[in-house]
């Protein structure tokens, strides 16, 4: 914790201890573990640092010395556990620990130094966790590179990370290998696979080449990923100084109190708690099994294998997403956790009956949902589908967040099993304090009324955007004192806490004045049963500026004209200036993998040598 001593997290326990979160936390961690792994891994790490601490020690006691011994320690105790499982190999905590190690000090025996990037393209594979441990426990952050950017794109998302090594799959060199010329920091090519350029590293000879034992530590939290880029440039979001101060002696101090920031930390972890943590054991390992369908460099997914970080889960990553291989994959490695974006879910339910009714899928317990909107029926159908392959419950959770605020509220089946009216929100803020504001009456909304959605969470306390030219200053608001992070969107809150989004402030269509939002038609156009995916945009029009266009995906083998989507929307009561005044079909929209529509590339057509508001 730095230099901010022992006795000072002493003092802030006792709000702590106020918070259900806290106890949560500290609950689903001890199960998770057990009673006597935790006493061995404590055991573990007092023997590795030489003494344990004494109680004269606690006012000089400081995490960061202790915790890259404990998360070795802890991978011994798990020992034979099944770590990750990848492609068809299988690899135990102890066989994960030695190549973590031989790879940190590889890294370092390359010249990487605490603080310096060491950047991935990378598959979902074991590779990416085996770097991101290396990156950890030798004090680099490792920039998460998205492979399915352009040669532009990709260029600077590199460059704004400025990395002096990159680790990728030999399945990406023809990504690089044009644009190599302009990468001006990276001076170390590292080469999962078997097709290694000369002039680059094989990823399995340095691991085998490199000695197994500690090297030297500076740890950081590694996490670095990049936001979407659905409403501008991706940007790299630095994650290590929030997320790692407590345990870090790299990360930079936090802007707020020590109390506020650990406050913050409990709260944004304790979506282990509130996911299951404390009821999920497999019956044979006894632990979390999370499955990972999608992208390992998306912010989202992280919610998908932080059990497998913290808490000794077995991770399941799928190097490409296919729906009926999901399902199989669930019933023969008895998963319990996974993460996803609705457009899977869709993909999962339009699936054949013969191939959807084939798997036992009794084990799932938690299927979190977040990166896009989820409509209500999309949240039954799939509880609906998982009861009838041999749940017991409904599986359904969602969460709000984003890129830069993390986790903020957390949807669970209590929750709308009391009131189905939920079913329709992401959740209660449970993990973050969100708030929404009224920019008119410069005030915070009162239940109902719709506003800014507003964030301080423990990732937008230290937010910073690595290489970015933008100003920074712009994504806060600063009310009564404190910054509060806008992620553009737009939304209310119920008098109990639970949050409905509106929609995205800049996707909002301004039609003679009146404001309207996508999201609304968007869900109303989906619950027709002939739909399978929908972008409502705007649309140029002479006399009220834009008005909204609906361009759509119907399910296989359907076919369905304009004045039925109208005729559907008349039936909701859907008011004239709401009903889109273009509708067209398409074969398929285009999402980005991680569920987003990419709005902006349907809308540039429309616009195409017109002037327009945004």
């Known amino acids: 914790m730095g230099d901010k001593g022992f006795m000072n997290f002493i003092r802030a326990i006792p709000e702590l201890a106020r918070l259900e979160q806290t106890s949560g936390l500290l609950k689903a961690i001890a199960t998770q573990w057990g009673a006597m792994n935790t006493l061995r891994i404590l055991l573990k790490t007092g023997s590795k640092t030489g003494h344990l601490k004494t109680i004269r020690d606690l006012a000089g006691f400081r995490l960061a010395d202790i915790t890259p011994n404990f998360i070795v320690s802890m991978w011994e105790v798990f020992g034979e556990r099944e770590a990750i499982i990848s492609e068809g190999k299988r690899f135990t905590f102890n066989a994960m620990k030695g190549r973590v190690l031989r790879l940190a000090n590889a890294l370092q025996s390359l010249g990487l130094k605490p603080k310096d990037r060491c950047a991935e393209l990378l598959y979902n594979g074991n590779e990416f966790f085996e770097a991101f441990f290396a990156c950890s426990l030798t004090g680099c952050p490792m920039p998460f590179l998205n492979w399915h950017l352009t040669g532009e794109e990709l260029v600077d998302a590199i460059n704004r990370a400025r990395p002096r090594v990159l680790i990728l799959h030999d399945e990406l060199l023809d990504m690089i290998a044009p644009v190599r010329h302009r990468l001006p920091t990276i001076e170390h090519y590292v080469v999962a696979g078997t097709r290694v350029p000369e002039g680059m590293l094989s990823y399995e000879e340095l691991i085998a080449n490199a000695p197994e034992e500690m090297p030297e530590t500076h740890l950081v939290v590694a996490l670095n990923p990049y936001t979407g880029g659905t409403t501008g440039t991706p940007k790299n979001v630095n994650y290590y100084d929030s997320i790692g101060y407590a345990f870090s002696d790299l990360a930079e101090a936090p802007k707020v109190s020590l109390a506020e920031y650990l406050r913050f930390l409990v709260l944004q972890f304790s979506f282990l708690y509130w996911f299951g943590g404390t009821e999920i054991k497999d019956p044979i390992t006894r632990n979390i099994r999370c499955l990972i369908p999608g992208p390992l460099y998306h912010a989202g ?121 939920r079913y329709a929100s992401v959740g209660k803020i449970r993990c973050a304090d969100t708030k929404v504001y009224d920019e008119e009456s410069r005030a915070w909304c009162p239940p109902g009324r719709d506003g800014k959605i507003l964030t301080r969470s423990l990732t937008t306390i230290s ?76 649309y140029p029009h002479a006399e009220l500026g834009e008005v909204p266009a609906a361009v759509i995906q119907l399910k296989d083998g359907q076919e369905i004209g304009a004045g039925e989507i109208i005729e559907h929307l008349k039936a909701m009561a859907f008011t004239s200036l709401k009903i889109p005044r273009h509708i067209e079909f398409l074969d398929e929209l285009p999402r980005h993998i991680d569920g987003k529509m990419m709005k902006k590339q349907i809308e540039e057509r429309f616009w195409a040598g017109i002037e327009r508001r945004g």
């Open 301 to 421: 997914s992280i919610a998908g294998w932080v059990p497998f970080i913290l808490l000794g889960a077995t991770a399941v990553p799928m190097m490409r997403f296919d729906p009926e291989a999901f399902l199989a994959l669930i019933e023969k490695e008895r998963i319990n956790w996974v993460f996803v974006v609705p457009t899977m879910l869709e993909r999962i339910l339009a699936l054949p009956e013969d191939a959807r009714r084939r798997y036992d899928l009794s084990t799932m317990r938690t299927l979190i949902c977040a990166a896009a909107p989820a409509t209500p029926e999309l949240k039954r159908a799939t509880n609906a589908f998982f009861q009838a392959q041999g749940c017991a419950h409904n599986v359904f959770t969602e969460f709000y967040g984003s890129s830069e605020t993390g986790v903020s509220s957390v949807l669970l089946a209590k929750d709308y099993e009391e009131k189905p009216e």
């Open 463 to 538: 937010l910073n955007y690595a290489g970015s030219p933008e100003k920074l200053e712009s994504a806060f608001k600063k009310i009564d004192g404190e910054l509060w992070f806008d992620d553009g969107l737009l939304g209310h809150m119920d008098k109990d806490s639970f949050l409905y989004l509106t929609g995205r402030e800049k996707e909002m269509i301004i039609t003679g004045g009146v404001n309207i939002f996508p999201n609304e038609i968007e869900a109303a156009i989906k619950s027709h049963d002939k739909v399978m995916d929908v972008a409502v945009v705007r």
